[in-house]
């Protein structure tokens, strides 16, 4: 099966990482290889390692980065690539970019249960072991979809919604896509049918419990930047509110000096910026890209750089 992916942002986000011939760099989330190929064909004597977690992406980076000796395709969550990084020998890197969300391969594959636009099994797992969306659908109390429902898609009809599911599974398990959107369709009023499909937002949330999304989004961030040398960089390409939203507080965090109360007439806590905004506020996908890919509308990046080592 071929790995059909259009990377988003993909000048904006090559040209944030300021790439050197002969530095290293991390994508932690090779997809297809997009971003990857391009980081990948700057470099000289330098070196690429691209992690993902999902099998099928893993084998269309390994065969598009084929033509390129330095890259190297790791299985694994980026959550996890300080140690994926380390094991291979490496201490510090020059750049990481982070393209967090679903892929359009993903999406697009009716069995891997992503979508609501396809009647397939309810999956939704990115690395393809584990827990499924069924898993939770089928065995969670009300006020734990609830929960899952309000928090990661900010749906506001998730009690009734969660309600909804807990008493159509009394009758029979809730297996496929289309099963689950209709329980979702049948559970919420007219009006919230208006802008779309009202399972959009359950359907996010339940993706994001699957997978962890949330807490590997957090671990990764303190990875990535215990990673980077002095000038190194991180760029983080979102798709919702709830990621950029980390990503921004975090940045904004990093960025920070002086801690000391706002009451204090002068500084006493001696602390300042380790890293540095490399752009003010988000790149967004111009014109052009949106009208060729119509997925780069809610994309944003956002990029940092160190600017010295810890106080």
């Known amino acids: 099966m071929s790995f059909h992916h259009v990377s988003v942002l993909p000048e904006e986000t090559i040209a944030s990482l300021q790439i050197k011939p002969n530095g290293i760099y991390v994508d932690g989330t090779a997809g297809g290889g997009g971003h990857s190929s391009a980081i990948a064909a700057k470099l000289t004597t330098g070196r690429l390692i691209a ?11 390994s065969e598009r980065l ?3 000796p330095c890259a190297t395709v790791v299985e694994g969550n980026f959550s996890d690539m300080k140690g994926i ?16 969300g679903v892929s359009s ?12 636009h396809y009647d397939a099994p309810l999956d939704m ?9 069924a898993d939770l659908v089928n065995t969670l109390s009300a006020e734990e979809l609830a929960k899952i429902f309000f928090e990661y898609g900010e749906e ?9 599911i807990v008493k159509a599974r009394t009758i029979a398990p809730v297996e496929t896509t289309l099963q689950l959107a209709d329980v979702i369709a049948e559970n919420v009023p007219a009006k919230a049918k208006r802008n779309g499909h009202p399972a959009r937002q359950c359907f996010q949330a339940l993706r994001i419990a699957v997978n962890g ?6 671990k990764g961030l303190d990875e990535a930047t215990e990673l980077l040398k002095v000038n190194g960089r991180l760029s983080v390409i979102t798709f919702h509110s709830l990621e950029d939203r980390m990503v921004k507080q975090r940045f904004a965090n990093l960025c920070k000096g002086c801690i000391c109360p706002p009451e204090f ?21 111009s014109e052009k890209e949106l009208k060729e890919n119509a997925r780069a509308r809610s994309a944003k990046l956002r990029t940092i750089e160190r600017i010295k080592e810890e106080n």
């Open 51 to 61: 992690i993902d977690r999902d099998p099928d992406a893993l084998r269309a980076a």
């Open 66 to 68: 084929a033509p390129y």
């Open 85 to 100: 990084v380390n094991g291979l020998g490496i201490d510090r890197v020059d750049g990481v970019l982070l393209d967090i």
């Open 105 to 116: 391969h993903q999406i697009d594959t009716p069995e891997r249960g992503f979508s609501f």
């Open 125 to 133: 797992r990115m690395s393809q072991k584990g827990t499924t969306a």
């Open 156 to 164: 506001k009809f998730a009690r009734s919604i969660a309600a909804g």
């Open 213 to 218: 999304e949330l807490d590997a989004l957090s």
């Open 265 to 285: 007439p002068v500084c006493v806590c001696g602390r300042t910026p380790v890293f540095r905004l490399a752009v003010k506020g988000v790149v967004a996908a």
